[in-house]
């Protein structure tokens, strides 16, 4: 990769020539059908990086934060109890993100440079028996430490609970990086970006949605407009976008892909 910065950090990351290039290209007509040949094919081939085969993607202007911002607002009312573990800067972020959406989140406090308690999380969620927690929220990799939870084992611990609750999981730095298992793992919404395993500019949020996940917005009140999952998916669903989609990512995307 020539034309490099010495850029040793975990992202945004070099970019190869190769998507660079990808991504040079000309403003599109984004109602034109060259559009939707290259958009339609990009939602779908996203499916393989998260291993699921019936997770919606669904894709938006913004990066990783904006992400998780869509799924907590499409999902969740406000009082809604969410159960997070803090071991980390992107961990308390997020929870911080909930707690100014109105959210009552239910933290469990542990040093960082820990991954997340699956013991701690299921002692929790048996202690819930009136199922007040409506989602377990777990930063895959901890990019400011480094550290990888095991999601499979905070899966196993809501089963061995019994417990409803959604999985939302962070994969911003992990996607495209390391192992991940959308349907083996029975994730509820996975959100990563596409500056750091997809290797692109920054600026798309990228998310995979179970059948569960898409159900809890009939009844989900958190206000929501540009991060609208329905807007989404409807204009997806004919080849386009509800406002203007970053058609210099979308091509960046299907380059990756490959
Ligand atoms: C694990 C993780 N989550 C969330 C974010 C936030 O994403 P963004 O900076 O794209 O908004 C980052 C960014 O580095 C991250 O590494």
Not at 27 to 37: I, N
Not at 54 to 71: K, L, M, R
Not at 131 to 148: D, F, R
Not at 193 to 201: C, E
Request: proline content about 7%; charged content about 20%.
């Amino acid at each position: 990769m020539p034309n490099q910065n010495p850029l040793f950090i975990p992202g945004p990351t070099n970019i190869p020539d190769r998507l660079r290039h990808a991504m040079n290209v000309q403003t599109q007509d984004h109602r034109a059908p060259d559009f939707v040949k290259t958009f339609a094919p990009v939602l779908e081939k996203t499916k393989t990086v998260f291993a699921t085969r019936d997770g919606q993607i669904i894709t938006f202007p913004a990066s990783g934060t904006g992400g998780w911002e869509a799924c907590i607002t499409n999902t969740l009312s406000p009082g809604d109890t969410v159960l997070v573990a803090r071991y980390g800067m992107f961990s308390h972020r997020w929870i911080d993100m909930c707690q100014r959406h109105g959210l009552d989140v239910q933290i469990i406090e542990c040093p960082w440079g820990s991954g997340a308690p699956a013991d701690k999380f299921e002692e929790a969620l048996k202690a819930d028996t009136d199922h007040k927690i409506k989602a377990v929220l777990v930063t895959h990799n901890e990019t400011a430490t480094g550290v990888k939870s095991d999601i499979a084992a905070v899966r196993g611990a809501m089963d061995a609970a019994s417990h409803p609750a959604m999985l939302f999981v962070d994969c911003v730095s992990s996607l495209g990086s390391m192992e991940f298992q959308f349907d083996n793992w029975g994730v509820d919404i996975a959100v990563s970006g596409s500056q750091k395993g997809f290797m692109l500019a920054t600026g798309m949020a990228i998310l995979c949605v179970s059948p569960k996940a898409l159900a809890a917005i009939e009844t989900a009140t958190l206000p929501r407009t540009f991060f609208d999952f329905r807007d989404m998916m409807k204009a997806n669903a004919s080849g386009g976008f509800p406002y203007t989609p970053p058609l210099n990512l979308i091509y960046g995307m299907a380059e990756a892909l490959k």
